[in-house]
C-alpha cells in the first residue's frame, strides 16, 4: 500500500504543478486537493464490500442501505 500511495502523491504533485522548490507535506497535499490517501480508500471499499455480502439483516448492512425520511409539515 506505501508504493501505491507514494505514486498516487507523485501524481497529484505533478497535476498540482508542485516541483523540488516548493515542498509540501503530504497532509497539506491532501487537504489542498481534498482527498484521501488510496490505502484508506481501498480499506473503506473493502469494508462496504463486505458489509454488502452480509445478511439483510444484520445491523451494518442495515446501517449502510437506510434512508433517512424527513416529514416536513
Excluded at 502523491?9 to 497535476?15: A, D, F, P, V
Excluded at 498540482?16 to 480508500?41: A, G, M
Aim: aromatic content about 10%; some cysteine; proline content about 4%.
Amino acid at each position: 500500500m506505501n508504493k501505491l500511495d507514494a505514486f498516487h502523491r507523485k501524481c497529484m504533485r505533478k497535476i498540482q504543478r508542485v516541483f523540488w522548490p516548493h515542498q509540501i507535506s503530504n497532509e497539506d497535499l491532501y487537504r489542498w486537493t481534498n482527498t484521501l490517501p488510496l490505502s484508506v480508500k481501498i480499506r473503506i471499499w473493502r469494508w462496504i464490500g463486505q458489509v454488502l455480502q452480509r445478511d439483510g439483516d444484520k445491523i451494518a448492512r442495515t446501517a449502510l442501505t437506510w434512508a433517512l425520511t424527513v416529514n416536513l409539515p
